[in-house]
Nanobody, 125 residues
């Protein structure tokens, strides 16, 4: 199983980025997908998640209204559109996949079986 994240980079305060994570080695449409982030010296933090059909999504309070998670089951890819980025959003962003899709647990890193390598997001003030 491989998760390949891309789309990170340097953006100014208030700018936008779209991250993508392509998954291989599993039946993508059966998996729930999540995005997490980790800044230096901090714990891994939940950002957003989507259930297998894309109809149910969850967001952390810190990104709700600014970030949007979506998925394309025909491309085995999950996206994270990030708008109005702030310096505190800077981190390595990681995508994760799980076949156990329980809405109440999708914010937990421990709920996910597979992880990508991450992509760096830097926001300049």
């Amino acid at each position: 199983v491989q998760l390949q994240a891309s789309g990170g980079g340097l953006v100014q305060d208030g700018g936008s980025l779209r991250l993508a994570c392509t998954v291989s080695g599993v039946t993508f449409s059966r998996y729930c997908l999540g995005w997490f982030r980790q800044a230096p010296g901090k714990e891994r933090e939940f950002v957003a998640a989507t259930k297998s059909n894309g109809g149910t999504t969850r967001y952390s309070d810190s990104v709700a209204g600014r970030f949007t998670i979506s998925r394309d089951n025909t491309k085995n890819t999950v996206y994270l559109q990030m708008n109005n980025l702030k310096p505190e959003d800077a981190a390595i962003y990681l995508c994760a996949a799980t076949a156990t899709c329980i809405s109440s647990t999708l914010y937990r890193p421990s709920a996910y079986n597979y992880w990508g390598q991450g992509t760096q997001v830097t926001v300049s003030s």
